[in-house]
C-alpha cells in the first residue's frame, strides 16, 4: 500500500494482475481516520441528474458519440481548463460561463473537437441556442465539450438531431451510458465515485493517454450533492488537478480542448470538517481519474512516478519530477525495464527556461529506482541489474526517486512508458 | 536548392536518392557572389595540425576510442557547451580554458561520458596532466572531452596508456582518425571542410541524433588557419551555433557532455570581407554538421524543418518552431507520412512558461506542408491528401510552414520523425 501524497491520508493499493481501473484507492477521513475507499464505478451518483446518450454519427461507426446531462436545478459549477494557445471555442464558451455563475447542463461530442473549423465560434453558439430550446437551461448556464479530430466541420445537422432526439429521452440515473459516449480511442470508460456521511461525488473522465487533439483529449466530470462556496470550490478544484491531472503527462502534447469541471446539485450542507473529507475524496478521485488515463495510455506498459525532493520550492521540485516523466530515453529504458540511473542524471540536467535551476552537485544526489539506492551522494552503488529490471517488468508503477540536497519540498509526477505501439498507433494512420 | 537562411546565402541542394552526408551545400561570398561548395570530408584541413587516434579499450569492439590533436602553436580557441545542470568535468575544464585564452591540444574519449562517477573531477585532471607530459602542451591549453555511458569509471590505466602511445606517433594530415575515433553509435563519420582565398575550415562532429549521455551525444570539432579577433569569433561562432546546432532537436533530451568548438593555427590574417565571408563558412558548415546528426539519428527517416514567421521577436519564433519539431504527436505523422496539419495547431498551441504568448486567433494562421496550403487564415484548405502523403514519403526533408499574423521574424528549427526503431534501439538495450 503506497502513499500518494505526504499531507494528505491518500492511499493506492495496486496490483499489477488486475486492470487498473480496479486498483484499490482510499481516503482517510480528516475527523476520525476512517478509511473510505473509492468505487470503480458510479454507484454512488447524486440524484437529481438525467442524461442522455446517442451515436448521432459523428463517427461511422456504431459507438455513442453525443451524450446531454441536465441537473433538476441549477447549482454551483466550475471547472479548469487546457492552458493551450489554440483552445478550442468549447472551452472559451465554457470558460465565460463557470467564471459568472450557476451550471445545469453539460453537452459532450465526441470524435470531433470543432477545433480551428471556419464556423467553430458559431457552431458551438448554435448548439447552446439547441440546448437551451430542449431543455430551458439558459446558455449561460451550459457546458459544452467537444473532443476528436481537429479542423473538421462539425456535421451540424446530425448535432441538432441529436439534442432534439435527448427531449422527453432524458433519464435519472444513466451517467455510466455518458462515460462511455465521451470515449475516443479509450479502452474502457474510466469512472469512479464514493459516499460518506450523505456526501456523494461521481465521476468520469476521458483521455486514451494520448493528450492530444486528433484522437484523445483528456475531459473529467464530477458531479456532487455537496453544497459549497463558489471561492471554496474553486480552491479545492485548483489544488486537487494541480496535484493530480497537471502531474500527469503521456507524450508532452497538450490538448486544444482538456476541461476538469464539477457541479453540484446542491443537496448536502457541509460542515467544515465535511469539507476538508470533500478535498481529500475530490483529490483521490482526481488522482484515480488521472491514473486511469495513464494506464489505458495507448502503447503504454507501466505507469513512472517520479518523486523528486529538493530545497528550494515546491515548483522547482515539480519541475524536475516532470523533466524525468518527459524523457523519452527514461521512457524508452522504463519499457525495456532497464534501470539506467545515468538517464535520470541526463534529464534532471535539462535546462528550463522558467526555473533558474542550479547546476547539480553528485555530491548531493541521491536516485533511487523501485527503492532501491542506485547513486547515493557521489557514488553509483553495485547493482544486481537483472533483478531490479525483474522488479521494473513485474510492476504496475515504475519508482524513480531523487533527491537534492536537503529535501524540504516533494513533488511528484506520473507518466507512462513510450513502446513501438505508441509509433504504430499515431503513424500507422491513413490519411 | 533550398535557401537555408533568409539574411544569409546559404543554399541546399538535397536527394533523397543519396546519403544526407552526401548532399551539397553551398554559400554565396558577401564580396562577389561567388557559389562555395562545402566539400564533404576533411581534404581542406589547415595545416599545422597532428593527430593520433587508437583503439584503447574503452570499449571492448576494435574500433578506435581515443584521440589525440596537437596544434604546431597555441592559438585562439573558443567553444559553445551544453546547457545541462548536470554537464560533465570535462565540459568544467573546457569551459575555463576557452575562457580565458589560446588552445593547443584536444583529446576526446569516447564511449564512456565520465559523468556522475567519483572520480570524475580528478580524472580530467589527470589526463590533462599526462597530456602536458606527452605533448608538453599546458593544462591550460588544452581541451578535453569524454562521451558515452554515464556512471561509469574511466579506466585510468588504460587512458594514461592511450596519452603516452600518442609520444611519437602524431601525425599530420590525420584527421580522418580522429573523426573516425570520436563515433560512439554513428552510422560513419560526418565531416566537411572548405577553401577560398587561402583560407581553409575543417571540421568533424558525432551524434547519432540521441542527443543523450548513454549511446550518444553531440560532439563538434573546427579547425581553422584564419587570424581572427577573439570577441569577433566568440559572437561568429555564437551567432552560427545558435542558427544550426541550437535549433536542432533529436528528442528533446540534452547530453552531458555537447561542446562545440573552433581551434585556430592562425596562419592567414583577414580583411573584414574575408571575416564576413568566414561567418557564411562557418555557418553553412555547422548547418551541415547539425543536419548530418539529424541524418544519422537512430531510428530517423526523413529531417522534419519547421518555419515559424510571425511579428513579435525571433525568439518567439524560434519557440514556436521548436514546439513543432519536439512534438512526438508530429515526429510520428512525418513518420507516416501523414499531413496531419491539426497536430501542427496542437502543437504551436502548446503552452510555454518563458514567453507569453498570445492565443492563436485561426484567422490570422496559415500552414503549409511541403510547400502546399493547408490552412489558410481560418479555413482549411480541400488536400488531395494521397498526393501530399506521398510526397512527404519521397521527401528527405518535411517542411512544414507556419504564419501568425503579419510575418517579421522568421526562425527554422529541424527535428526528425520518430519511428519504431527509436524506441528498440533505446528500449531493448541489454541491461
Avoid at 481516503?27 to 437529481?48: A, H, T, W
Avoid at 441549477?74 to 468549447?90: E, H, I, N
Avoid at 470558460?95 to 458559431?122: D, H, M, W, Y
Avoid at 443537496?267 to 484515480?288: G, P, Q
Wanted: a negative charge; hydrophobic letters at 40%; glycine letters at 6%.
Amino acid at each position: 500500500m503506497e502513499k500518494v501524497f505526504d499531507n494528505l491520508g491518500i492511499y493506492l493499493d495496486e496490483h499489477a494482475e488486475r486492470p487498473v481501473e480496479q486498483d484499490l484507492i482510499y481516503f482517510e477521513r480528516v475527523d476520525n481516520g476512517e478509511s473510505i475507499v473509492l468505487r470503480n464505478d458510479l454507484s454512488c451518483q447524486p440524484s437529481g441528474i438525467k442524461s442522455y446518450s446517442a451515436h448521432i454519427g459523428i463517427c461511422k461507426e456504431g459507438s455513442a458519440d453525443f451524450t446531454l446531462i441536465v441537473l433538476d436545478k441549477p447549482g454551483l459549477g466550475k471547472a479548469v481548463y487546457t492552458r493551450s494557445l489554440s483552445c478550442s471555442d468549447a472551452v472559451r464558451f465554457d470558460r465565460e460561463n463557470t467564471r459568472v455563475g450557476n451550471i445545469q447542463s453539460l453537452c459532450v461530442i465526441s470524435k470531433n473537437a470543432n477545433v480551428f473549423t471556419p464556423s467553430a465560434k458559431q457552431d458551438i453558439l448554435h448548439i447552446a441556442q439547441q440546448v437551451e430550446t430542449v431543455t430551458g437551461v439558459p446558455i449561460t448556464q451550459q457546458l459544452i465539450s467537444c473532443t476528436g479530430v481537429i479542423g473538421v466541420p462539425l456535421p451540424m445537422d446530425k448535432v441538432v438531431s441529436g439534442i432534439q432526439s435527448a427531449s422527453g429521452n432524458l433519464e435519472y440515473g444513466q451517467l455510466e451510458a455518458s462515460a462511455n459516449a465521451i470515449m475516443t480511442t479509450d479502452k474502457q470508460a474510466k469512472m469512479v465515485s464514493v459516499e460518506f456521511d450523505g456526501i456523494r461525488i461521481a465521476g468520469f473522465c476521458k483521455g486514451a493517454g494520448m493528450i492530444e487533439p486528433n484522437m484523445a483529449t483528456m475531459l473529467a466530470y464530477y458531479f456532487t450533492n455537496a453544497v459549497i462556496p463558489a471561492q471554496r470550490l474553486e480552491a479545492i478544484l485548483k489544488r486537487a488537478a494541480d496535484l493530480t491531472f497537471n502531474a500527469v503527462s503521456v507524450d508532452t502534447d497538450t490538448s486544444t480542448s482538456d476541461t476538469v469541471a464539477i457541479l453540484s446539485t446542491a443537496e448536502r450542507e457541509m460542515s467544515e470538517k465535511d469539507i476538508e473529507n470533500f478535498e481529500r475524496a475530490l483529490t483521490a478521485m482526481f488522482f484515480k481519474s488521472s491514473r486511469d488515463i495513464l494506464g489505458q495510455a495507448e502503447g503504454a506498459n507501466s505507469v513512472i512516478e517520479a518523486q523528486v525532493s529538493l530545497s528550494t520550492s515546491f515548483e522547482d521540485a515539480r519541475a524536475y519530477a516532470k523533466k524525468i516523466i518527459n524523457s523519452p530515453l527514461i521512457k524508452t529504458a522504463v519499457h525495456g525495464s532497464d534501470p539506467n540511473w545515468g538517464r535520470v542524471v541526463m534529464a534532471i540536467g535539462k535546462p528550463m527556461e522558467r526555473n533558474s535551476l542550479a547546476e547539480i552537485n553528485p555530491e548531493q544526489l541521491r536516485i533511487s529506482i523501485m527503492d532501491e539506492v542506485v547513486f547515493n551522494y557521489g557514488a553509483p552503488l553495485p547493482l544486481q541489474l537483472d533483478i531490479l529490471s525483474n522488479r521494473m517488468r513485474a510492476a504496475r508503477t515504475v519508482r524513480i526517486k531523487v533527491e537534492i540536497g536537503a529535501p524540504v519540498y516533494t513533488a511528484k509526477a506520473w507518466g507512462c512508458d513510450l513502446s513501438e505501439e505508441y509509433i504504430r498507433i499515431n503513424a500507422d494512420y491513413t490519411t
